[in-house]
Structures are given as C-alpha cells and as structure tokens.
C-alpha cells in the first residue's frame, strides 16, 4: 500500500479558508499524514517543493489557481521526481481542474488522494514548463488586464468583461508557425498552444487535447474580415463557432516566430519573445486525476 502521507503547497491568500481546513482535517480522520505549508512571494513555492522532495514526502498538494498549479508541476519535474501531485483548485479560473474533471470542493479534491497517480505531459518553452496552455494575441491580453479585484467579484466572467472593454485596441499580428508536417504564416488574433483545453477563465481553444498522449495542440485563429465576430466567437467560449474559424494542429513541437515580439501568458506567467520554439515533454509528472478525466486517453 502507498505511503499516506502528503505535504500541502497553500497559496497564502487562501490561509484562512474554512473549507480547505475541514477538507485537511477529513483527510488526516480518513489516515493521512498531512502537512500544511504557505506561499508569500515569489520564488516560495518552488523552494517548498524542493525542501518537501529533500524530506522525502512521496506526494505534493497544490493549492491555489493555475499559477500556483504551474509553479508547483514546474519545480517538481525539474527536479525528477518520482513524487506525485495532487491538485485542490482554489483561483478564479482553474482552468486545468475543470477541463481534467478534479472538483473544485476542496474535500472532494483531496479524496483525489486515493486514485492512484497517472503520468502526464507538460509543455516546455524557453527553459520553462507549463501545466495547461500558452497563450498569445488578443486572449492572453485579456488575461494579463484582468483586475484581482474584478476577478475576485465576477469570477470566470471578468475575464469575458475585460474583454468587451478592450475590444477597441484589438489588431492582429504576423506570424510563422512550423512543426513536423505542418506549416503556416500570416495575420492572427490569437494563438493557443495546449496540454490542456482551456484558458483566460474557460475560453476552450482546444478541445481535444490530451494530457497523456506526448503532442501539444495548437490552435490558430487568423485575423478575419469579420473581426468582431470572431472576436465574439473567442470570447463567448463557443468551441464549435471556434472551430469554424481557427487552424488546429496536434504536434510534439512547433516554432512561432512573430517579427514584432509575441507575447505569452504560460499559465499566468508573462513570457515575450520574437522566436519560440514549444515542445511537449512527454510522462513529465505523476498526477492524481479522476478515473474518467476528460484529458486522459483512456476516457476517449
């Protein structure tokens, strides 16, 4: 039988929530050896996550949004471990947690703790992992320009708010795009690349994506005449009118080059450059999923 004992990562906004601390203490009633350990700045969690693996913990908790997800997937698989992760979603979007099926009640998060972990992919870019998606263009502008307060009293839909406003400084932007057996270059809104489906608080840019299965998904919208209803089509999350409008591709890697600079939001983290080169990282970490999650090959 596994070891039952589990080290929390707790963002430090979420310190004093109630029902993080019941779903903890059900846990240790059901026999696991829980740890609870805080996040204040930056640089934290990946230093806690380096003293857990030194102390030997056989599995990591991440609590907190997509970001804090990120850093925690992040520092663990660089450190090449055998360790596993378990996800308790606590941000505005949880991106990740809706589209792999991890509920968002923290105790029915936690008793994820009993399904055995399942190796994963994750995406690498520039020397850096990410858990979810890459973002670029208009979408990952919305991201960056959503306020915590807004966030905080709309949820999901600010970012869908933040979006109307800005609708006036949308233009689009030239890129190159090159993988194994896949080529295209032109004008473009918006740009996913992901492990996961979804961003930008349920905007699905891909569908089909698979966390198990060693390609990322790629997803080009390019600039259309009709430019306000793609942009509807991008905002309202509608995936088949997405479809409609948008290149797809799933590829173990692609380079995107963007004369002007592209800019990316790697699961909340901001990341600018002129020339990218995305790969998956095939089987990168140990996750504890569902059964039956969406991302996983075996719920096709």
């Given at each position: 039988m596994a070891e039952r004992k589990a080290l929390l990562i707790l963002h430090g906004k979420q310190a004093l929530n109630e029902e993080v601390r019941a779903a903890v203490l059900a846990r240790r009633e059901a026999g696991w050896e829980l740890a609870v350990r805080l996040t204040w700045e930056t640089g934290d969690a990946a230093r806690l996550v380096d003293e857990a693996l030194a102390a030997g913990y056989p599995t990591l908790i991440a609590g907190g949004g997509d970001g804090t997800l990120r850093d925690i997937a992040e520092a663990m698989a660089l450190g090449a471990t055998q360790a596993s992760l378990a996800l308790l979603p606590l941000g505005t979007a949880n991106d990740f947690a809706r589209a792999a099926g991890v509920p968002l009640s923290p105790?029915?998060?936690?008793?994820?703790?009993?399904?055995?972990?399942?190796?994963?992919?994750?995406?690498?870019?520039?020397?850096?992992?990410?858990?979810?998606?890459?973002?670029?263009?208009?979408?990952?502008?919305?991201?960056?320009?959503?306020?915590?307060?807004?966030?905080?009293?709309?949820?999901?839909?600010?970012?869908?708010?933040?979006?109307?406003?800005?609708?006036?400084?949308?233009?689009?932007?030239?890129g190159r795009f090159r993988g194994p057996g896949f080529a295209w270059e032109g004008e473009f809104?918006?740009?996913?690349?992901?492990?996961?489906?979804?961003?930008?608080?349920?905007?699905?840019?891909?569908?089909?994506?698979?966390?198990?299965?060693?390609?990322?998904?790629?997803?080009?919208?390019?600039?259309?005449?009709?430019?306000?209803?793609?942009?509807?089509?991008?905002?309202?999350?509608?995936?088949?009118?997405?479809?409609?409008?948008?290149?797809?591709?799933?590829?173990?890697?692609?380079?995107?080059?963007?004369?002007?600079?592209?800019?990316?939001?790697?699961?909340?983290?901001?990341?600018?450059?002129?020339?990218?080169?995305?790969?998956?990282?095939?089987?990168?970490?140990?996750?504890h999923l569902p059964a039956g999650s969406p991302l996983l090959r075996a719920a096709d």
């Open positions: 105790a029915e998060a936690l008793a994820l703790l009993d399904e055995p972990p399942r190796p994963i992919d994750l995406g690498e870019v520039g020397g850096q992992l990410f858990l979810n998606m890459a973002t670029g263009g208009f979408g990952s502008k919305i991201t960056a320009n959503t306020s915590e307060e807004l966030k905080k009293l709309l949820g999901g839909a600010a970012y869908f708010l933040t979006g109307l406003t800005r609708f006036p400084e949308v233009h689009s932007a030239f809104l918006a740009l996913g690349i992901g492990n996961g489906r979804q961003a930008g608080g349920g905007h699905v840019l891909c569908p089909q994506a698979r966390v198990d299965d060693g390609l990322l998904d790629i997803c080009i919208v390019p600039a259309s005449p009709d430019l306000v209803g793609t942009l509807g089509t991008l905002l309202s999350g509608g995936i088949l009118g997405l479809e409609s409008v948008s290149l797809n591709a799933r590829l173990p890697w692609v380079e995107v080059e963007a004369a002007e600079g592209l800019d990316i939001n790697l699961d909340g983290e901001p990341l600018e450059s002129k020339h990218l080169r995305f790969a998956a990282r095939p089987a990168a970490l140990r996750v």
